[in-house]
């Protein structure tokens, strides 16, 4: 399934709001890629970039979290550290096994759907700290 960024996701800093729309593209495109059994360059490509842009958005966020005082902070960082973790397991698994309903179905549900509410549910607790400075 892919998801499309709408209003609803937007946390109130640009810039995270950009990397979310760029990390939800990216995860859907991988559901495709996975789906349609595209080459493997494809899929590692978007494995890899996966891999940088995660780390830098997790970065600056986790950053932004701190600077505003959002009490959401700890808890963000521990899931941020729990999809780095499945993202890993997803990369291992798709050098393992290759392509299979199984990993299809994880990418969807552990790291697609898992970071949609994952937006709704944490990040969302930065926008009134933003607000509010």
Request: hydrophobic share 40%.
């Amino acid at each position: 399934m892919s998801y499309v960024w709408d209003d609803s996701l937007k946390t109130g800093i640009p810039l995270i709001d950009q990397q979310h729309k760029q990390l939800i593209d990216q995860m859907s495109l991988l559901v495709q890629a996975l789906k349609s059994n595209q080459a493997q360059g494809e899929i590692i490509n978007i494995l890899d970039f996966l891999d940088q842009y995660v780390e830098q958005h997790f970065s600056y966020e986790e950053g932004c979290m701190l600077k505003y005082r959002c009490p959401a902070a700890a808890n963000n960082k521990t899931a941020h550290q729990k999809f780095i973790k499945t993202l890993k397991e997803v990369r291992q698994e798709y050098f393992k096994t290759g392509v299979s309903l199984s990993l299809v179905l994880k990418v969807n549900k552990e790291l697609l759907e898992w970071f949609i509410h994952h937006i709704k549910r944490i990040d969302m607790q930065l926008q009134p700290c933003v607000v509010e400075v």
